[in-house]
């Protein structure tokens, strides 16, 4: 069996380290899970979440041409849109749900302006505070 780029496949965990976990393939061959893509959360200890003999599905992620193969556990599973972990820096930005429409390039660039324009008065405002507040004679 061809281990392809993006493809789905089960496979038995054959060996953990503290970097990630090896995993065995159909056809025989062996890919590793880093422990960044085990699950969506920060993972300490990923004993917490795989054992040697656990059989998992894992998406394969690249394979390269000396032969190494990334897996991914977190992306093999698949969840719904609404259920994918928050954060980062997509959106609009408005945290308004119920906005329905994107924002044009013209109330983004406003908003921008807007916010630093307020972060620079906030930095002037401690800068100056730290200047002349309290000479002493």
């Not at 880093?34 to 059989?55: F, L, M, R, T």
């Not at 599973?77 to 609404?82: A, N, Q, T």
């Not at 660039?109 to 507040?133: N, V, Y």
């Amino acid at each position: 069996m061809s281990i392809e780029e993006g493809s789905k496949v089960q496979g038995k965990v054959t060996g953990i380290t503290n970097f990630g976990a090896f995993v065995e393939l159909p056809g025989g061959k062996t890919g590793l899970v880093h422990i960044s893509e085990v699950a969506d959360k920060y993972v300490e200890n990923i004993n917490e979440y795989v054992s040697v003999g656990d059989e998992v599905t894992v998406k394969v992620m690249k394979v390269e041409d000396n032969g190494k193969i990334s897996l991914s556990i977190r992306k093999a599973v698949d969840r719904p849109k609404d259920d994918r972990p928050k954060g980062g820096r997509g959106g609009n930005g408005s945290g308004n749900k119920g906005q329905q429409r994107p924002l044009s390039f013209e109330e983004k660039m406003s908003r921008f302006m807007k916010d630093s324009e307020e972060r620079l008065s906030s930095l002037r405002k401690q800068t100056d505070s730290k200047r002349g507040g309290g000479s002493k004679k």
